[in-house]
C-alpha cells in the first residue's frame, strides 16, 4: 500500500471516529473472501487496516492453505481492494452490503410485528424472548423438564438452562449455545432441537429411546450479556461484556477463558483483541458457571457439544496442540457418524477432526476443558455455512439448519448412551 493510500485510510478512519455513534450501522461494509497466494500476501492482508477477520477468526491464522473472510469498513473499503489489487492479491466480494443482510436476517421478525413470536422457530428471537421461551416450554412439559438457574452473568442476568429427563440417574449430554454472541444460528438451533426433542417423546422411536436412556442438559444462552448487545448495540458483538481495571475495551472471548491450556497459542492478553481471555482463568462468571456445573456433574456427563457457527465442521480436542488426542480414534468414530446423518437430510458437507489441524489453534476453549477433566466425548460443532452468509445466515436458513443439526445430536445422543454402557 503506497503513502497516498494509508493516508486516505487514516483520515477515514478519523472521520469515523468523530462521527460513528449510537447503534452501529455496517451500511456500505463488505465482507470480502481474499486468496493470499504467497507468505509476502499473507501478511499483508494480516496488516489490512480495520479488518474483521471472520474466517480465521484472527489475522495470525491466516495462511495460504485457505480462503480468508474478513469484513471491511465502508470509510476504508475502497483504498484496501486498490492496495489489495497494487499487491496483486485476488479477491471477491462475499457480501456486498453487510447492514442489508443483517436486516435481512429479521425481515421476517418484521414482518410479523405486533404476532406472538415466542414460539415461532423459524424467526431469530433476543434474550427477552429466548427467557420467556424456556419458562414457557418448561410449563408445557412439567414432567420432563426443569428449568433452572444456572448462574448471574456479569451485567446482572439470570443463567438458565433446562435439564430434560425421565430418569435422574440416566447419563447426561451437555448442550450449550451462544458461547459467542453473534452466532445468532447457535440459540436458535438450541431452541428447535428442545422443541423437536419433546415433541418426539413417546411418538418418535429414536427420541423415546433416547430420552428414556438419556438425561439432557441445555444452556440455549451462555453469554446472555453479549448476545444482548449484538441485538442492541452492535451485530457483530463477539465477547462478554465485562470490563476489568486496566483493560482498554470491553468483552473477553468466553472460549478462551476455561482451564483448559489457558493463555496459550490461539488467544490474546489484549482486551481489544476479539480473543482476549480475560484477567484469568474463568474470570467470567458465565463460564464458571458452566466450568462449575460441569465439574460437579462430571460422573454422568457422556458427551458436551458446544454449538457455534460457521464453517460446517465439527472440532474435537484438543484444539491447543498439534499432538493427536490420545481417544482420537473413537472422538473421530463418532464424528464421523454425526457427518454422515447431516449428509443424508440435505447434502450438507461437515467435516471434522482434531481442531488444531481441522480449523486453528484455540487455548482456553471450552470442548478442551471438558474433555480434559474426563468427558469421554466433547466437541465445536460450526453449523452454516462455509461464507456465503457467514455469520448472518438468513431466517429461511433455521429450519433446514434445525434438521440436519438435529439428526447430529440424536448420533451425538447414541454415542453417548454407547460410552456410558461400555465405560470401564
Request: proline residues 5%.
Amino acid at each position: 500500500m503506497n503513502m497516498s493510500t494509508w493516508i486516505k485510510v487514516a483520515l477515514g478512519i478519523v472521520l469515523c471516529l468523530t462521527q460513528c455513534h449510537g447503534k452501529k450501522d455496517y451500511s456500505g461494509d463488505q465482507v470480502l473472501t481474499i486468496y493470499p497466494a504467497s507468505e509476502e500476501q499473507v501478511k499483508f492482508v494480516q496488516r489490512l487496516p480495520e479488518a474483521d477477520f471472520w474466517s480465521p477468526k484472527y489475522a495470525e491464522e491466516v495462511n495460504i492453505e485457505k480462503p480468508v473472510d474478513v469484513l471491511i469498513p465502508r470509510h476504508v473499503l475502497g483504498n484496501v481492494k486498490e492496495s489489495l489489487g497494487e499487491e496483486d492479491i485476488s479477491y471477491k466480494v462475499m457480501i456486498e452490503d453487510v447492514q442489508a443482510a443483517m436486516d435481512n436476517q429479521v425481515k421476517g421478525r418484521m414482518s410479523r410485528a405486533g404476532h406472538e413470536l415466542v414460539h415461532d422457530y423459524n424467526v431469530y428471537h433476543p434474550v427477552e424472548e429466548i427467557e420467556q421461551w424456556m419458562a414457557d416450554i418448561s410449563a408445557e412439559y412439567p414432567s420432563l423438564v426443569t428449568y433452572e438457574q444456572l448462574g448471574v452473568s456479569t451485567e446482572g442476568r439470570n443463567m438458565h438452562m433446562m435439564t430434560i429427563s425421565t430418569n435422574p440417574d440416566n447419563p447426561a449430554i451437555l448442550i450449550d449455545c451462544t458461547f459467542h454472541a453473534r452466532e445468532w444460528i447457535s440459540p436458535a438451533f438450541c431452541q428447535c432441537f428442545t422443541r423437536n426433542l419433546l415433541e418426539g417423546y413417546g411418538t418418535d422411536p429414536l427420541f423415546t429411546k433416547q430420552l428414556n436412556s438419556l438425561t439432557y442438559y441445555i444452556i440455549p444462552l451462555i453469554n446472555p450479556d453479549g448476545y444482548k448487545y449484538s441485538w442492541d448495540e452492535e451485530r457483530l458483538w463477539r465477547k462478554t461484556r465485562s470490563k476489568y481495571e486496566g483493560d482498554e475495551c470491553y468483552g473477553t472471548d468466553a472460549n478462551r477463558n476455561c482451564d483448559a491450556n489457558y493463555g496459550g497459542e490461539g488467544s490474546s492478553g489484549d482486551s481489544c483483541s476479539i480473543t482476549y481471555r480475560g484477567p484469568y482463568v474463568e474470570s467470567e462468571p458465565e463460564v464458571k458457571a458452566f466450568a462449575d456445573f460441569t465439574r460437579a456433574h462430571l460422573s454422568k456427563i457422556m458427551a458436551y457439544v458446544s454449538v457455534h457457527s460457521y464453517s460446517q465442521l465439527v472440532v474435537l480436542p484438543r484444539s491447543y496442540t498439534g499432538v493427536p488426542t490420545p481417544t482420537l480414534d473413537v472422538l473421530m468414530k463418532y464424528a464421523k457418524q454425526a457427518a454422515d446423518e447431516i449428509y443424508r437430510v440435505h447434502g450438507t458437507v461437515y467435516t471434522y477432526g482434531q481442531g488444531s489441524s481441522s480449523l486453528y489453534f484455540v487455548s482456553g476453549g471450552s470442548k478442551d476443558f471438558a474433555y480434559d477433566i474426563g468427558v469421554p466425548w466433547t466437541c465445536t460443532l460450526e453449523l452454516r455455512d462455509t461464507g456465503e452468509y457467514g455469520f448472518l445466515l438468513p431466517e429461511d436458513q433455521i429450519e433446514p439448519v434445525c434438521v440436519e443439526t438435529t439428526a447430529a445430536l440424536r448420533s451425538f445422543s447414541d454415542a453417548a448412551i454407547e460410552l456410558w454402557l461400555n465405560r470401564d
